[in-house]
């Protein structure tokens, strides 16, 4: 039942919330990985980077198999509780793959209200809302 995603594309900008919401579990896999993936730092440990992975799920086992799969790919690799982040040289591109939207929107890392969501694009997806100063630390542009 393999229906050609690629052709079907009928994505607007009208996907919000809800649709976050609503991500499958291969979604939040694939988002988590390019979250990883993008990471602004060679090496992070386990709880930072657990905590950048609870942006998209807060469950253990998606966690683990999300941490398991960036491995089995190559994105990372993991030692002694720590991360390495194994770098295709793609940075998240603050200008290119973080979009801002003026609305009601809550952060998605520390649940402060927001008046400006800031979203990371992520091939697989996009991962926000997020206020200036969390979607920095998501990134790992500060820690
Ligand atoms: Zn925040």
């Known amino acids: 039942m393999t229906s050609d995603e690629g052709s079907e594309k009928k994505a607007t900008a009208a996907e919000s919330d809800a649709a976050s919401e609503s991500r499958s579990r291969a979604e939040k896999i694939e988002l988590g990985v390019a ?7 060679d090496e992070v440990d386990l709880p930072a980077a657990i905590d950048r992975i609870e942006t998209i799920t807060t469950s253990p086992a998606l966690t683990r198999e ?9 994105v990372i690799d993991r030692e002694d509780g720590r991360l390495r982040v194994r770098r295709g ?13 003026e609305g009601e929107f809550t952060c998605r890392r520390c649940g402060a209200g927001l008046s400006t969501g800031h979203f990371i694009v992520f091939e697989a997806g996009e991962l926000g809302p997020f206020g200036s100063d969390c979607i920095r630390k998501v990134v790992g542009r500060e820690s």
């Open 35 to 41: 979250l990883l993936e993008h990471l602004e730092a």
């Open 66 to 74: 999300i941490l398991d799969t960036a491995d089995k790919r190559g």
């Open 89 to 101: 040289g793609s940075y998240v591109q603050f200008e290119s793959q973080v979009v801002a939207r």
